[in-house]
């Protein structure tokens, strides 16, 4: 009972710490409620992509937790090789439990069949 109590107090800390991360490092580009940029779908002039959401409308949702550690950590080049992107590199900005508390958050935000069809990327 306890130890369940202190696994949910620890959760909701993590999410909490990931939402502050999340305003500081990650919404002037992804937003400050996860909608993107806009257009996030048309490569501009310059051949990049827009911020995508993070929301369910995205597709942050349909890449397992190792991936989305990989792109936040090193940038989309991490699981697409030689990928340019306008996605920075977080390595040495934040630290690996900074960038999975942020990644909780952006998770605590998605509905029930989003985070279920996510949870099904981590097993394969
Ligand atoms: C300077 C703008 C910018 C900032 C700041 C930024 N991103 Fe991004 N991010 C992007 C862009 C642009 C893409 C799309 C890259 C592409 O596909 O070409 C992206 C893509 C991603 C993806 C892949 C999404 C998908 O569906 O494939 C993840 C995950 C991600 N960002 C996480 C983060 C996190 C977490 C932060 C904060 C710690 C952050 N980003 C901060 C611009 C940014």
């Known amino acids: 009972m306890a130890a369940a109590v202190l696994a949910t107090t620890q959760h909701a800390l ?5 939402r502050a991360l999340y305003m500081e490092h990650c919404a002037s580009c992804h937003g400050a409620n996860l909608e993107g ?9 310059d051949g990049l992509l827009p911020a ?4 369910a409308s995205g597709h942050t949702w349909h890449h ?19 990928y340019w992107s306008a996605m920075p590199a977080f390595e ?15 998770k605590s935000t ?6 279920e069809f996510q949870e099904g990327r981590n097993r394969q």
Do not use: C, M, Y
């Open 14 to 18: 993590a999410e909490d710490h990931g």
């Open 92 to 106: 040495g900005v934040l630290s690996d439990d900074e960038i999975r508390d942020v990644l909780a958050f952006i």
């Open 64 to 82: 397992s937790d190792e991936q989305l550690f990989l792109i936040t950590k090193k940038g989309v080049a991490a699981i697409v090789k030689n």
């Open 37 to 45: 940029q806009p257009n996030w779908k048309t490569r501009q002039p």
């Open 52 to 55: 995508p959401p993070h929301d």
């Open 110 to 115: 998605w509905p029930q069949q989003e985070r």
